[in-house]
Nanobody, 123 residues
Framework: HVQLVESGGGSVQTGGSLKLSCLAS????????MGWFRQVPGKQREKVAL???????HYSQSVKGRFTISKDSAKNTLYLQLNSLKTEDTAMYYC??????????????????WGQGTQVTVS
């Protein structure tokens, strides 16, 4: 069983930056895809960024070029650097993880483990 705990959310002005962190515990990250979703109340959740066990990355078109996903396996921590923030980036951001093939992680929205979320507000 994997536990994910996010931190780093907050309020920022348009054009600003934030860095989200997700501390994973319970298993090593070998064979896991990890990533970030976001959700605004009343709207469909969006898969924002993914990173594979081989550090391949995938981004949604809405954040490509502005957000960067990375991980520090020694610290069991996943990161999401958010730059050039826009008001439409306001959402609850969730850290996710699952053991599986990279293609499945990119194409599917079902993940085994979810964090509790951290709020990002851009105004």
């Amino acid at each position: 069983h994997v536990q994910l705990v996010e931190s780093g959310g907050g309020s920022v002005q348009t054009g600003g930056s934030l860095k989200l962190s997700c501390l994973a515990s319970g298993d090593d990250d070998s064979g896991y895809c990890m990533g970030w979703f976001r959700q605004v109340p009343g709207k469909q959740r969006e898969k924002v960024a993914l990173i594979g066990s081989d550090r391949a990355t995938h981004y949604s078109q809405s954040v490509k070029g502005r957000f960067t996903i990375s991980k520090d396996s020694a610290k069991n921590t996943l990161y999401l650097q958010l730059n050039s923030l826009k008001t439409e980036d306001t959402a609850m951001y969730y850290c996710v993880s699952k053991r599986g093939m990279w293609g499945a992680c990119v194409l599917e929205d079902t993940f085994d483990y979810w964090g509790q979320g951290t709020q990002v507000t851009v105004s």
